[in-house]
């Protein structure tokens, strides 16, 4: 029996219920990567994404070729016509995969499984991106949830996720191969080529993705619980974009936490907190699957009346560039254009800036954030923004608008973030670096800046933007 194992956001071997379902059914294994984003629309992978995924598919190929196996790529319009092409030339009985949780996704996988069984092909999916399945998460009532806390409490009563499975040892190849693309026929890398540096931050693929799980938990993770909010420093483990891409398991994250905490009292602290956040993606996921609009519309219908700022798309520029005259965002919005990564902490004041004060529509923010993050997760992106606009899932009983300054003399208390990715404002005293335009003229003349020259004034009126705001929320609340 030959099956075809399709790769999706599953690119690595271990604890891959696929692949281990393929190798312990058939005596021959294809794997397959399938391209035809025209089936995503609008969410295909943005330009970051496409960065990753070319360098994860190719570590994918050489780790499957340590197997003596292949990934045999294809590029079409359509996964179920590039399936069928690939069972009548391999006399594939079964295709293997496992689920994604993306309405676009979803809706294409229930017409590919229905076709080929339809054609007496054996299409099997397996549960392997998420702890649990949503369909298996309910409240008391019976519905699917919408708030954190509950579902955190209910995750957490059923206890640990099932172990991690093991790589397969080898993956019996066919007697002949099918023909195959490369990766760079894909054309995934863009042009003009801007992503030369990610290849210095990052690694993709499997090997990468359990060195940054381990480099977390031998460092950061006993700090975490209070380090996670300190943009200038490293104390977040940077496993989304693996997660995203499935060269690692939420199980296989689970787990390997665990281990390190038990019987290190020090540890627990830090790793509940960290296992909580992993339930936040989970959450993410779940949300998006049982409410397919919320990636595009927001997740209360009341909130689409939001009366959004007429004109703004100069201010939407200026945000983009990091040009807003609130280092705290411009800060964040540079990282995020060199590194295709931005602190959480700061994507939360970034986002709050943008559709709060300068009171663009989220989907624009939300947009931005998925050509540019390298961890790009429709989930957890549209879980962000819709939290940050105050149209989606949260358990918050007011209007939250993060002051900028605040926050940044808060979780920033030095400047130090700043100082990274602001260097115009690098002279400036720790006092004075989270607000320039209040600074005294001698201050700004000293540390050589020139307001509206060097660096902008803020580009909005806080005070005014903020009540602006305000306003109109109460204005749908009452609605
Ligand atoms: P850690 O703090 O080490 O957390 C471990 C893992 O838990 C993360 O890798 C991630 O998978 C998950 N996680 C942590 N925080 C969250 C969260 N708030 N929501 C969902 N999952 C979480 N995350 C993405 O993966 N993709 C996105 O496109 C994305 N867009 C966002 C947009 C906005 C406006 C906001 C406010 C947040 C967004 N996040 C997104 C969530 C969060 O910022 C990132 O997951 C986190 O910064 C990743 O860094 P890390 O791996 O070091 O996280």
């Given amino acids: 029996k030959t099956v075809i194992l399709w790769f999706r956001r599953d690119l690595r071997l271990a604890d891959n219920p696929a692949l281990r379902a393929a190798v312990e059914e058939a005596e021959r294994v294809i794997p397959v990567y399938l391209h035809a984003p025209e089936e995503e629309a609008q969410w295909a992978p943005g330009g970051a994404s496409c960065w990753w995924l070319h360098a994860s598919l190719q570590a994918l190929s050489q780790d499957l070729a340590a197997k003596q196996s292949r990934l045999i ?22 295709v293997y995969w496992n689920r994604l949780y993306e309405p676009l996704i979803v809706e294409r996988d229930r017409s590919v499984k229905a076709a080929l069984r339809e054609q007496g092909v054996n299409a099997k999916s397996f549960r392997a991106h998420l702890l649990r ?34 790589q397969p040892p080898t993956l019996r190849p066919p007697g002949q191969w099918p023909s195959r693309q490369t990766v760079a026929e894909l054309g995934l890398l863009l042009r003009p080529r801007w992503d030369r540096k990610l290849h210095d931050l990052w690694q993709p693929g499997e090997a990468g993705a359990a060195l940054a799980l381990d480099h977390f938990l031998d460092g950061a993770m006993a700090v975490y619980k209070d380090g996670r909010d300190l943009p200038a420093e490293s104390d977040t483990a940077r496993l989304s974009p693996h997660l995203h891409f499935g060269e690692i398991s939420p199980h296989q994250a689970w787990h390997r936490a665990r281990a390190r905490m038990a019987g290190q009292a020090r540890l627990s602290e830090g790793g509940e907190a960290w296992l909580r956040q992993l339930a936040w993606r989970e959450f993410a996921h779940h949300v998006l699957f049982e409410f397919p609009h919320s990636s595009d519309e927001p997740l209360y219908e009341r909130w689409a009346g939001f009366p959004w700022r007429e004109g703004y798309q100069p201010l939407l520029r200026a945000w983009q560039r990091g040009e807003t005259g609130f280092p705290i965002v411009d800060a964040g919005m540079r990282e995020l254009w060199a590194t295709g990564y931005m602190h959480n902490r700061v994507r939360m004041i970034a986002a709050s800036l943008l559709v709060k004060n300068i009171r663009a529509p989220w989907q624009e923010g939300a947009r931005w954030f998925w050509d540019t993050l390298v961890d790009a997760d429709l989930a957890n992106n549209s879980m962000g923004w819709q939290w940050s606009a105050g149209s989606g899932a949260d358990a918050a009983p007011y209007f939250r608008i993060f002051n900028p300054w605040t926050q940044s003399k808060r979780f920033d208390p030095q400047g130090r973030y700043i100082r990274r990715w602001v260097p115009e404002l690098a002279e400036l005293p720790d006092r004075d670096i989270h607000t320039p335009q209040a600074s005294a003229p001698a201050i700004l003349a000293a540390a050589g800046i020139q307001l509206g020259r060097d660096y902008p004034e803020p580009i909005i009126d806080y005070k005014t933007s903020r009540e602006e705001a305000l306003a109109a929320a109460r204005a749908i609340r009452q609605s």
């Avoid at 359509?78 to 009548?88: A, M, N, P, Q, V």
């Fill in 73 to 94: 790529i294809r590029r079409g319009q359509s996964s179920l016509s590039l399936l069928r092409e690939l069972i009548d030339e391999t006399g594939a009985e079964g």
């Fill in 133 to 166: 399945e949503p369909w298996e998460m309910r409240t008391g009532k019976g519905e699917p949830y919408r708030v954190f806390t509950p579902f955190w409490r209910t995750l957490a009563k059923q206890g640990d996720p099932p172990q991690p499975l093991r």
